[in-house]
């Protein structure tokens, strides 16, 4: 399992004079969970959006799975395994929960429907969609709340049913942004414990700020400051060294 | 002489842009402040002139003109922050829609007001003898008003200008447009400015219908003509930016009366070329209002980047919980074969009128419920839909009157030729988003609506006559005009057939429009009005989807215009029957008004409406007014539209019950997915 999934070449995105992102070269192996931390303002966002696709880089690559992707939109990038949560909520809270992972599993079966079936034919009738749907529903345990909508789900499901959606469109990547941000430790704990449950065989990328979270979890770290790589390696590695101390743990630490 | 004239054109343009200055400014810091997108600032302009009429009349045109300039703003000032207070304080939070159905209404409702007190009757605005003078400077010939106009307009956009930039209270206003939240934080209750902004926008409004009513004259139509051109300014500078609205401004009134005065004359002549000024006029500012958006969608001037999008959602409604899907279904099928039966009741009540408003129910129905289908589901809202009712409209009395009668192939290319604007519009339109989108339809609709105008084949401004349908296909069938057979001594005719014509296409649209909503297509459009980012990052390319929504819903409003054609009671197709901004507005209401996101709402929506209109406008003349109010009063408190009262009913028996505290409205209690 030593091939690349995801790999970006001398990244970088400028807003007018501010250089957000300065030349990222990553490397991201197939079945890793590689961390992406760093101080506010270190570009760890952007870099998130320049690799799901919601910002263009200024200069750089981005390669999935060998393929240069810079310039497809995020929603073939999703077609093509590359997958996202997002850091607040975003569910289609409207519809129900059983609807909500239909739609996402329906994404991935979307090139087999043709135009007349996708026109006209039942939604509920697509054996493939259906099956999948259940299997999600299954695994981020929502069964029984299935025919609920969305909205009416308790916050802890919420963020369920926002795994479900991701997993529903079987990606090779998640790109996972903040998933705890402004929880409380045991819900922390709980959401990790999730990520590790359904997606544990899915390769994964993490953007945190939470350092001790990133230490537990990771393969491998990486450390942005001021848009820049500072450091690259194991949590061990990046526990020891000299610069990330320097530049992160030694400064404002929460 | 020709450089003389040039000027005086020149002078023209200026001082009619000066009133485009007046009126965009008000709408675009209205906008800017409150995303209020405000139909009515054209009726409050008109508003002006109507009470400087009343000021004027006993003080004479000397005294009266100077009092009524101060007076009446300040009235129509008032009136503005009362309108702001009391209908569309409570909206502040939803959908920019809302705004539009609220202010849409208060043109009905003020609109009608003015009828009902000063009459229909065309007036003219007195002015002072000395500014009604013909002077001549520097061999230019223009009266004393133009100047007056001009330097009267730039004084109080100067004025506006300052008060904004100066002073405290227009540092809030600006620091509001920007970041709402972030004013509030600081503790300043912005919710106080609001009505301020209205007011002092409503005010400036007055003073350019005063001054435009003595530079032309004071007719009920003014307001409605004014207000596109109007929005046209306020997008080309970029809403909520004052400089793009002074600027915008000039340029569409400059713009508007040069290509009035020199279209179709020669330019220069290079030997045996002759090079002529297209004869754009009336088109030019629409074109260039769609470059602009397409280019530049923020507008000239305009700095914010994206929109505050997500802050309203657009309410959809439905039975939800009170009725089972079957009840609905089998609600569904007494209501068609009640429709199939009323001929029969309207046969024995012998007159035969009832049809022809039936028929023009059904039409409607049809039309709104294309609508649905892009704003009810997909999130996207057009005001500009009514071009494809009325290029369906000349379409299919093109097709009759040159290539075939048949009823077939007549609907077939209204629907064929609609879909293909659609795909051209929608192509264009789509990459931008919200209050852009809107406004871009408006442009592309209000282009179509000169454009026709301008055409022989479409025949200008009379339209187009002499045509008539064939119910068949070749030489099998019969004309519609002579179709006529008795039964139980009754005598039936076109009405009856065209009837169940129609009554049959309404029902498979309905039916159409369902499958496809329960289909994958149609799932994946309700997932983009529920979040367009989410549904594009499970990979759905949302603009794709959105396009082929545009396309269906298109093709479908061409269906509607093209019965209005094929119907028996339409003689002529004309420019202002099928074009004129306010059917985009109908639609919208009467999409609303039965409860969006239902497809069988908006169809229901058509039948109340009509309907009341039909009943309200034998009793009075003054129907808009009571339609108007009621619209007013659907968007404050029935937001889901007809189709939800049962729920609502519910809701409040249960509240009432429980006594668990106030109902909120808001709160999605019934839901449209069925």
């Given at each position: 399992m030593t091939e690349t999934v995801l790999e970006t070449d001398g990244l970088t995105k400028r807003f007018g004079k501010l250089t957000a992102v300065d030349d990222v070269s990553l490397s991201v192996a197939d079945g890793e969970f590689r961390s992406v931390i760093g101080p506010n303002g270190a570009g760890k966002t952007t870099t998130f959006n320049l690799i799901t696709g919601a910002l263009s880089p200024s200069e750089g690559v981005v390669r999935f799975k060998g393929e240069d992707i810079t310039d497809v939109a995020p929603h073939e990038r999703v077609g093509r395994g590359l997958g996202r949560s997002f850091q607040i909520t975003n569910v289609f809270g409207g519809l129900t929960v059983r609807e909500n992972v239909r739609l996402a599993a329906q994404s991935v079966h979307s090139d087999e429907i043709n135009p007349g079936e996708a026109l006209f034919r039942d939604k509920n009738g697509f054996d493939e969609i259906t099956e999948q749907t259940g299997t999600v529903l299954e695994q981020?345990?929502?069964?029984?709340?299935?025919?609920?909508?969305?909205?009416?789900?308790?916050?802890?499901?919420?963020?369920?049913?926002e795994l479900g959606l991701v997993l529903a469109t079987d990606p090779d990547l998640v790109m996972l942004d903040e998933p705890t941000a402004g929880m409380s430790s045991e819900e922390t704990q709980a959401t990790m414990d999730l990520i590790d449950e359904v997606l544990s065989d899915r390769s994964l990328m993490l953007i945190e700020h939470d350092i001790d979270l990133v230490m537990r979890v990771s393969d491998r770290i990486t450390v942005l400051t001021r848009g820049e790589e500072l450091a690259s390696g194991t949590p061990e590695e990046i526990a020891n060294n000299e610069d990330v101390r320097d530049a992160y743990l030694g400064g404002v630490r929460e | 002489m020709v450089a003389a004239d040039f000027i005086e054109?020149?002078?023209?343009?200026?001082?009619?842009?000066?009133?485009?200055?007046?009126?965009?400014?008000?709408?675009?810091?209205?906008?800017?402040?409150?995303?209020?997108?405000?139909?009515?600032?054209?009726?409050?302009?008109?508003?002006?002139?109507?009470?400087?009429?009343?000021?004027?009349?006993?003080?004479?045109?000397g005294a009266g003109f100077w009092i009524a300039i101060v007076v009446a703003p300040v009235a129509v000032g008032l009136i503005g922050a009362a309108i702001e207070r009391t209908t569309v304080r409570p909206l502040y939070g939803r959908d920019p829609l809302y705004h539009i159905l609220l202010t849409f209404g208060l043109v009905l409702v003020i609109n009608d007001?003015?009828?009902?007190?000063?009459?229909?009757?065309?007036?003219?605005l007195a002015v002072p003898e000395y500014l009604s003078q013909p002077v001549s400077i520097l061999g230019v010939q223009v009266s004393v008003y133009n100047y007056f106009m001009i330097v009267f307009a730039a004084l109080l956009a100067v004025v506006t200008w300052y008060l904004l930039n100066r002073t405290k209270y227009g540092m809030i206003i600006r620091a509001g447009s920007q970041d709402r939240e972030m004013v509030r934080n600081v503790g300043i209750d912005i919710d106080q400015y609001y009505t301020l902004v209205f007011g002092v926008g409503a005010a400036l409004a007055a003073v350019a219908g005063i001054v435009l009513g003595g530079y032309q004259n004071v007719n009920t139509g003014m307001g409605n003509s004014v207000i596109i051109p109007a929005f046209v300014v306020v997008v080309l500078g970029g809403l909520g930016s004052f400089r793009g609205a002074v600027f915008g401004g000039l340029l569409v009134g400059v713009v508007q009366t040069l290509m009035r005065a020199y279209s179709g004359s020669v330019l220069a002549t290079f030997g045996d070329t002759t090079l002529t000024v297209p004869n754009l006029e009336g088109l030019t500012v629409y074109l260039l209002m769609i470059a602009v958006l397409l280019v530049k969608p923020q507008g000239?001037?305009?700095?914010?980047?994206?929109?505050?999008?997500?802050?309203?959602?657009?309410?959809?409604?439905?039975?939800?919980?009170?009725?089972?899907?079957?009840?609905?279904?089998?609600?569904?099928?007494?209501a068609v074969v009640a429709l199939a039966l009323a001929p029969i009741a309207i046969l024995f009540m012998g007159d035969q009128y009832y049809l022809v408003v039936l028929n023009e129910i059904l039409i409607w129905a049809i039309f709104a419920l294309s609508l649905d289908i892009v704003m009810g589901y997909a999130g996207l809202v057009p005001l500009g839909h009514t071009m494809f009712y009325g290029v369906g409209a000349y379409t299919a009395a093109l097709v009759m009157l040159h290539y075939s009668q048949s009823v077939f192939v007549v609907l077939l290319g209204a629907i064929l030729i609609c879909a293909v604007l659609a795909w051209v519009v929608g192509s264009l339109s789509i990459r931008v988003s919200g209050v852009y989108f809107a406004m871009i339809t408006l442009a592309f609709a209000e282009l179509l609506y000169s454009a026709v105008f301008k055409f022989e084949f479409t025949g200008g401004s009379d339209g187009l006559l002499g045509f008539e349908a064939f119910i068949g296909l070749g030489t099998v069938g019969e004309s519609l005009s002579n179709i006529e057979f008795g039964l139980l001594g009754y005598e039936l005719g076109q009405q009856f057939v065209f009837y169940y014509l129609a009554l049959l296409i309404a029902v498979l649209s309905?039916?159409?429009?369902?499958?496809?909503?329960?289909?994958?297509?149609?799932?994946v459009l309700q997932s983009i009005r529920e979040s367009e980012e989410r549904a594009e990052f499970i990979g759905y390319d949302v603009n794709r989807y959105k396009r082929r929504a545009f396309v269906v819903s298109g093709g479908m409003a061409g269906l509607a215009g093209g019965l209005l054609a094929v119907s028996p009671?339409?003689?002529i197709i004309s420019p202002d029957q099928t074009l004129n901004w306010i059917h985009s507005g109908e639609v919208i209401v009467i999409a609303l008004f039965g409860g969006m996101g239902t497809l069988y709402g908006p169809m229901i929506g058509s039948g109340v409406f009509f309907g009341a209109e039909e009943f309200?406008?034998?009793?009075?003349?003054?129907w808009r007014l009571i339609i108007g109010t009621m619209f007013i009063l659907f968007v404050l408190f029935v937001p889901?539209?007809?189709?939800?009262?049962?729920s609502l009913i519910a809701q409040r028996l249960e509240t009432a019950n429980n006594a668990d505290g106030p109902v909120d409205m808001d709160e999605p209690e019934v839901r449209s997915d069925d």
């Open positions: 981020i345990g929502l069964r029984e709340r299935a025919d609920e909508h969305a909205e009416a789900l308790a916050y802890g499901d919420q963020r369920r049913l | 054109q020149l002078l023209n343009g200026l001082t009619l842009g000066m009133v485009y200055v007046l009126l965009a400014a008000g709408l675009s810091v209205i906008f800017g402040v409150m995303d209020v997108i405000n139909f009515s600032h054209g009726e409050l302009f008109a508003l002006g002139a109507y009470f400087s009429l009343s000021i004027i009349a006993p003080f004479g045109a007001g003015i009828r009902l007190i000063w009459g229909t009757q065309q007036r003219q000239l001037f305009g700095t914010r980047g994206e929109e505050s999008d997500g802050e309203g959602e657009i309410l959809v409604g439905g039975y939800g919980g009170i009725l089972a899907d079957s009840t609905r279904v089998r609600l569904g099928g007494i309905l039916l159409f429009a369902r499958r496809m909503m329960n289909a994958p297509f149609g799932s009671s339409t003689v309200l406008s034998s009793y009075t003349d003054q889901r539209g007809i189709v939800s009262i049962p």
